[in-house]
């Protein structure tokens, strides 16, 4: 690793892609430390500490603060994983975007705008509902529509312009542009919940006990960061043979390759989607302001929050752990379903001239590996909800109290992998030389 960012600022295109992208992070920080216009940052930093959980957790983190803040970037790049998310799955519903999604780099074109446009919608839907929250809750005062305007264009701009960050660093910068700011606002809260921790487990205690503590935690995130690396890189290889052909006088074809089936074939969808379902009904409910109330509907909303989870002294609260599980491995299935068609590989298989040894061609071959591909989802799905549930064990059981978690870990350790072998790739092309260089 450290000798390829060596080569990155031994070449001048890589060194200035590889600026272009400090910049835009060194942009992104200062937005999410800008208040909006006529809110009281301090005022919402107060009210979000006696309403903590994981209704407001969950997208704290992912938004690097921001939210607690309450800058411009509250909303942050949110709206657009939304967005992107809904497109992906109308895709499978709607035909004319199942052809757009075929139609190669213009169908994507066309793809990436509906998708722009849906992020600006869902930013001024979430923008106007947090405002009316805000309104009824008192929590900004002295709200009037003018005030109201302010705030909506403030949050919804500081959404859109995320977006175009992220667009501009795939373009000029260096990896997915999306998934590093993703990324950048996880790791800004890192230095926090590191802090926390060491408040929690060191400070005040003896040398001995605070060192064991020390290396114990670090044991623990080096498992967890091991394990994911682990989870990402494994993958199932389905041999396929192509049988040799005659084209003109010479013979074509008879090449072995296979099929790559990764075992987190979902990714972290299946996490994002468990966890905003279930923050939902929370974030509802603290806007209402009926969220500490007695009766069943609070009981429910608290069995939901992953704060009350895994806790000796409430353990009737962790059935809720049950339906994140549930809901993990369900999503982990319903996602690949709907990216990876057996039936449709299959066929195209066949219409190669290949086969799976052993498996005939056409529904059995679409068969096995649908088969297989159960199988792996399942394996995938327990090492997705292992990496999510050691954080919740650690919070409940000890209190730790840390805003990161397993999707906040996987996502890292994801962008960490692909920036790097982008940055690989790119100077491999760069450095080729041919048969006619000297």
């Not at 799976?356 to 649908?370: A, Q, V």
């Not at 890292?412 to 000297?438: A, D, P």
């Amino acid at each position: 690793m450290f000798e390829t960012l060596k080569n990155v600022f031994r070449v001048k295109e890589m060194r200035r892609k590889l600026l272009y992208l400090l910049a835009m992070i060194f942009i992104i920080r200062i937005g999410s430390q800008l208040p909006i216009p006529g809110v009281d940052s301090s005022v919402f930093k107060q009210w979000f500490k006696s309403n903590t959980g994981d209704a407001f957790n969950f997208f704290d983190a992912f938004t690097g603060g921001s939210f607690e803040s309450m800058s411009v970037f509250a909303l942050n790049i949110t709206p657009y994983i939304t967005s992107s998310i809904i497109i992906q799955l109308l895709t499978i519903a709607i035909p004319a975007l199942e052809e757009m999604h075929r139609d190669g780099e213009e169908g994507r074109k066309k793809m990436t705008a509906i998708t722009r446009y849906v992020t600006v919608g869902l930013a001024l839907f979430e923008s106007i509902a947090m405002t009316v929250g805000f309104a009824r809750g008192n929590i900004v005062k002295d709200m009037s529509f003018l005030k109201g305007v302010v705030v909506i264009v403030s949050l919804t701009a500081g959404s859109a312009m995320l977006m175009w960050i992220g667009e501009r660093i795939t373009e000029k910068g260096v990896g997915n542009g999306i998934s590093i700011v993703l990324a950048v606002n996880i790791v800004s809260r890192i230095p926090s919940d590191m802090t926390t921790l060491y408040e929690n487990f060191i400070k005040g205690k003896t040398i001995a006990k605070g060192m064991l503590a020390g290396v114990v935690i670090f044991a623990i995130i080096m498992v967890v960061v091991v394990f994911v690396l682990i989870l990402n890189g494994a993958e199932r290889r389905i041999p396929v043979q192509y049988s040799k052909k005659m084209v003109g006088r010479k013979m074509m074809g008879g090449q072995t390759t296979n099929i790559p089936l990764k075992v987190n074939t979902a990714g972290v969808i299946p996490i994002i989607f468990a966890s905003s379902i279930m923050s939902f009904p929370g974030v509802i409910a603290q806007f209402a302001g009926k969220a500490n109330g007695t009766g069943i509907g609070s009981e429910i909303l608290r069995g939901l929050s992953s704060s009350n989870w895994c806790n000796p002294s409430q353990p009737q609260y962790s059935w809720g752990l049950l339906v994140y599980v549930v809901l993990c491995v369900f999503f982990a299935y319903f996602y690949t379903s709907i990216t990876f068609n057996p039936l449709e590989v299959a066929d195209n298989i066949k219409k190669q001239g290949g086969f799976i040894p052993g498996i005939r061609p056409g529904k059995p071959t679409s068969d096995y590996l649908t088969n297989m591909l159960n199988y792996i989802i399942f394996i995938g799905a327990v090492g997705l909800i292992i990496v999510a549930v050691i954080p919740f064990f650690f919070n409940g059981v000890f209190g730790a109290n840390v805003s990161f978690g397993g999707t906040s870990i996987i996502i890292v350790v994801g962008v960490v992998l692909e920036t790097l072998n982008q940055i690989e790739s790119q100077l491999l092309v760069r450095n080729y030389k041919g048969f006619l260089n000297s």
